[in-house]
Every structure is written in C-alpha cells, then in structure tokens.
C-alpha cells in the first residue's frame, strides 16, 4: 500500500521558516518524480516545486524561487521542503505527490499518489 504522509506544518510569523517532510511508503522511492503543490481556501492546487529521482533535477514555482528548497534522502525514502521568508500569501495546505513519469511535472494531473496535506499558516 502506497502512503505518503507529510509532517512539519504550522503557524509561523512571516519572515519565518519551515520544514516539512514527505515519508514515502510503500513505493520503490528512486524512480519516481516527487513534487509538492499547495492550496489556499477557494483556490486552485498549485504546483509549487519538485525533484527527479537522482536529485539532479528540480523545478520551482516562480514564486518561491530563492525561498523555497526541495531535496530528498533516498536512503529515508523522504523528500523534504525548506521553506524561508515565508509571506502570508504562502498560506495553504502543503501536498506531497509522487509520479511514474518524468515529464509534466508541473501539472497536478501527472502525479499517481497523493499525500493528506499539512497546514501552513503565515501570520503577517
């Protein structure tokens, strides 16, 4: 059984920092391509960043580029995001997601697993 569960959420002032973590269970971790999107109440989920299975490949949001960081510990089967400056408009439920594919990453649609999601309130 495939799980994901993500960890590290909260309140936080602005110009506060975060790590979450993604635990991944159930799935051979390296081959896949693990992202993390976002969603605020009344919004859409956003792509917010993602990591080929290597580690070599990340892709970023232009609106966390610079303040945000994704890596993973294959050894752990966990991916991580280091989220700094955090603003309010970064408020959302943080969802981690693995996909079979390479490609697309960028789009919610290509991710095959979900996770539950985490809060993450900025307070201003």
């Known amino acids: 059984q495939v799980q994901l569960v993500e960890s590290g959420g909260g309140l936080v002032q602005a110009g506060g920092s975060l790590r979450l973590s993604c635990a991944a269970s159930?799935?051979?971790?390296?081959?896949?391509?693990m992202g993390w999107f976002r969603q605020a109440p009344g919004k859409d989920r956003d792509f917010v960043t993602a990591i080929h299975w290597r580690g070599d490949n990340t892709y970023y949001a232009d609106f966390v580029k610079g303040r945000f960081t994704i890596s993973r510990d294959n050894a752990k089967n966990t991916v991580y995001l280091q989220m700094n400056s955090l603003k309010p408009e970064d408020t959302a439920v943080y969802y981690c997601?693995?996909?079979?594919?390479?490609?697309?990453?960028?789009?919610?649609?290509?991710?095959?697993?979900w996770g539950q999601g985490t809060q993450v309130t900025v307070s201003s």
């Open positions: 159930g799935l051979p971790f390296s081959v896949y391509v």
């Open positions: 997601a693995a996909s079979f594919g390479l490609t697309r990453v960028t789009e919610a649609g290509t991710y095959n697993y």
